[in-house]
C-alpha cells in the first residue's frame, strides 16, 4: 500500500510517498482502508522531531492522526463494526498511520460516520473539533452568557470553537484576518478582530476565557484581556502558569470516539459546519503539508486517499 512515511526527522521533504506492507491486526483491532485524512499542526511538529518527548515515534514512521474510512476486516471478538461500515478515528499520534491506504486501529477508537456526513467532513473532526470542545467545556468551563476570545477563529480548532461557544451561549470575540472575517460572523462570532490591528486587542478586557491557539505575543498579550477569576486555556504552550488571579492551563486532545461521535451527530443534524480549506489526493500530499505550515488555512485542510 500506498504511505506518507519518514525515516528522519527534518522539513517537509524528509516525508516521502512510500510502498509499505498492508497492516496485520492484532487483538481488539479493526483493518480500515482509508478514504480520508485531514492534516493538524501536530503532525508537522511530529515530522520536525518537536513532539519526540511526548510522542515518541520509530523510523519509518507513517503521517497522520485523524482519518475516516470503510471497514475491511476485524480481529477476532469484535461485534461493534463490520465489513462495508463508514468509520472515523484519531490514531494515536506515537503510532501514527492516517496518511496511507490502510490502517489497523483499536476499535474503541472508532465510531460510525452518519449517511449524510462526507467522509471528508468526518476526517477533519477528531482532533480540531475534539480540541474545541475538550478546551471550552472539560477544561475552560465555559458557560452561558460568558464572554470568550478566540484566537485565529477561522482555523481548524477555531472555526468549531466558534460555532460551540456561540451555541453554548457565550458572548464570542474571535481574531481572524480581514479576509476571513465574513466567514467567522457566519460561523457564529458576535465580534471579529483583525489580527493584525494589535490596537484592538489592547482595548478588549472583561473575557471569561480566551482561546490560545497561537502561543507567543498573542498569548502574551491576551493576559491583559482577561477578568479576575478567568482563564487562558492554551492549545500551544504547555508551559503556560497562572498569572495574578488569571489562571492559565494546557490541554491537548485526549480522543474519545463517544465525542467524535457525538459531534459526527451535530454535522448530521446541520448543527455544526465542517469548513474545508482545501483538499488534496495523496499523491500530493506534501502540498497539504505546505498549506497547514503557512498558516493561512480556512478550517481544515484534507488528504483523499480513496473512493
Not at 10 to 36: F, K, Y
Not at 43 to 49: C, S, Y
Not at 220 to 227: D, F, K, L
Not at 263 to 287: F, G, N, P, W, Y
Request: include cysteine; charge should be negative; hydrophobic fraction near 45%.
Amino acid at each position: 500500500m500506498k504511505a506518507l512515511t519518514i525515516r528522519q526527522f527534518g522539513l517537509l521533504s524528509a516525508a516521502s510517498l512510500d510502498e509499505v506492507p498492508v497492516p496485520t491486526l492484532a487483538a481488539h483491532q479493526v483493518l480500515v482502508r482509508i478514504t480520508a485524512a485531514s492534516v493538524n499542526p501536530l503532525d508537522l511538529k511530529i515530522l520536525a522531531g518537536q513532539k519526540q518527548a511526548a510522542f515518541p515515534v520509530n523510523f519509518p514512521y507513517t503521517l497522520g492522526t485523524d482519518f475516516a474510512g470503510i471497514v475491511e476486516t476485524t480481529s477476532d471478538g469484535i461485534t461493534g463494526f463490520k465489513h462495508g461500515d463508514r468509520v472515523a478515528g484519531r490514531l494515536n499520534p506515537t503510532a501514527g498511520g492516517a496518511f496511507a491506504e490502510y490502517t489497523a486501529v483499536p476499535a474503541e477508537l472508532l465510531c460510525h460516520i452518519p449517511a449524510s456526513v462526507s467522509d471528508e467532513q468526518a476526517s477533519a473532526l477528531p482532533t480540531a473539533a475534539g480540541t474545541a470542545r475538550q478546551a471550552l467545556f472539560s477544561v475552560g468551563k465555559l458557560m452561558q452568557g460568558q464572554h470568550v476570545l478566540i484566537h485565529a477563529g477561522a482555523g481548524g480548532v477555531g472555526s468549531f470553537a466558534v460555532q460551540l461557544a456561540k451555541q453554548a451561549g457565550a458572548y464570542v470575540i474571535a481574531t481572524a484576518s480581514a479576509r476571513n472575517a465574513d466567514l467567522i460572523r457566519e460561523l457564529g462570532a458576535d465580534v471579529v478582530l483583525d489580527y493584525h490591528d494589535e490596537e484592538l486587542l489592547q482595548h478588549l478586557q472583561g473575557m471569561h476565557l480566551v482561546l490560545d491557539t497561537r502561543g507567543g505575543e498573542t498569548l502574551e498579550r491576551s493576559w491583559a484581556t482577561v477578568r479576575p477569576g478567568g482563564t487562558i486555556v492554551s492549545i500551544v504552550d504547555n508551559t503556560i502558569q497562572p498569572r495574578n488571579a488569571i489562571q492559565g492551563v494546557f490541554t491537548a486532545i485526549k480522543h474519545d470516539a463517544s465525542i467524535l461521535s457525538d459531534l459526527l451527530k451535530e454535522v448530521d443534524a446541520k448543527r455544526l459546519r465542517v469548513q474545508l480549506d482545501s483538499t488534496h489526493i495523496l499523491e500530493l500530499a506534501h502540498d497539504a503539508l505546505e498549506r497547514v505550515a503557512a498558516g493561512h488555512s480556512r478550517g481544515k485542510v484534507v488528504i483523499s486517499i480513496g473512493t
